[in-house]
Nanobody, 116 residues
Framework: QVQVVESGGGLVQPGGSLRLSCEFS????????MSWYRQVPGKERELVAR????????TYADFVKDRFTISRNDAINIVNLQMNSLQPQDTGVYSC?????????WGRGTQVTVSS
């Protein structure tokens, strides 16, 4: 049974940092493309960052602007998103995704709120 558990969201002041984690169970993520998406109020869900199974090839949304870092640890089936210099416009629900061929797994999302 596949389970996806996200953690690390919360309330942070502008300029602060959060580290999101997503733990998968029921399969090995080693051959999967891992991504973080977010849905901010009034907008559709959008890609934040993606890391391929090689662990080296990463893609970031333009709005990340060198503030976020995605990483993966296949040995323990976890993907992380380190978020620095957070701004109010980063507020939203962040979800992790694992995708390989026809297999596509989503977490339920974790709320990130950036506010003073």
């Amino acid at each position: 049974q596949v389970q996806v558990v996200e953690s690390g969201g919360g309330l942070v002041q502008p300029g602060g940092s959060l580290r999101l984690s997503c733990e998968f169970s029921g399969f090995s993520i080693s051959m999967y493309t891992m991504s973080w998406y977010r849905q901010v109020p009034g907008k559709e869900r959008e890609l934040v960052a993606r890391i391929l199974s090689d662990g080296l090839t990463v893609t970031y949304a333009d709005f990340v602007k060198d503030r976020f870092t995605i990483s993966r640890n296949d040995a323990i089936n976890i993907v992380n998103l380190q978020m620095n210099s957070l701004q109010p416009q980063d507020t939203g629900v962040y979800s992790c995704n694992a995708r390989r061929s026809m297999n596509n797994y989503w977490g339920r999302g974790t709320q990130v709120t950036v506010s003073s």
